[in-house]
């Protein structure tokens, strides 16, 4: 059996796949009873990929759904296949939990009975909102950062190839091979040194 939670708005809904039988619905229940303890209290669990279920199983369910409503909550179920359903039907008495053909008409039914956002819900949807609109903000400032490093880089190989230039005009014109032979290697010298060195830098003496 495996689970997976997703939320929709104020609802939780377990994904559940495989064959929960008594040993693996324990597992099922203690996530359940997990959500209860972290304030999640309206619970779905979607049932569509479960392959085998234990009536027993599900009469606990009701048990849960009980002790949700305790907490202005409920434990709903969506998705069993007819023949887990032919299970549940003779299940007596039968379990007072409500059951969906499909999660897109549990999902339905469901945002059809929220009520309209009061004013403070509204105002902390703002809020987050808002908070939202800062991160992207503060994502931008890093990426300006990077532009600014960026143009930083540029202007250095601009100043680089400045100085590149300079050495290249004084070493234009040897007077013999010998001495062009020799003009070249300070060339070459020079070049590394200017490569080597830091920005703001001395070039390195020969």
């Not at 027993?56 to 305790?70: G, I, T, V």
């Not at 069993?80 to 339905?108: D, H, M, N, T």
């Not at 800062?134 to 540029?154: F, G, P, Q, T, V």
């Not at 290697?185 to 020079?190: F, G, I, R, T």
Request: charged share 30%.
């Amino acid at each position: 059996m495996k689970l997976k939670l997703a939320r929709d708005k104020d609802l939780n809904i377990l994904g559940i796949s495989g064959i929960v039988d008594q040993k693996n619905y324990a597992i099922l229940r203690a996530g359940v009873s997990q959500l209860f303890k972290t304030g999640k209290n309206k619970i779905l669990l979607d049932m569509a990929e479960v392959e085998d279920l234990d009536p027993a199983a599900f009469m606990d369910l009701a048990q849960l759904h009980a002790l949700a409503r305790e907490m202005l909550g409920e434990v709903m179920v969506c998705g069993l296949s007819p023949a887990i359903r032919q299970k549940v039907a003779v299940i007596q008495p039968p379990p007072a939990i409500e059951i969906f053909a499909s999660l897109a008409e549990a999902l339905g039914a469901i945002n059809d009975r929220r009520a309209p956002p009061s004013p403070a819900q509204e105002a902390l949807d703002e809020i987050v909102n808002l908070k939202k609109r800062i991160l992207e903000l503060e994502s931008a400032s890093d990426a300006n950062k990077l532009r600014a490093e960026n143009a930083s880089l540029k202007e250095q190989v601009e100043r680089l190839q400045g100085q590149l230039v300079a050495v290249m005009l004084e070493n234009r014109e040897p007077n013999s091979i010998g001495d062009w032979r020799e003009r070249h290697q300070l060339l070459e010298d020079q070049i590394a040194d200017l490569l080597a060195q830091p920005e703001g830098g001395e070039p390195k003496k020969s």
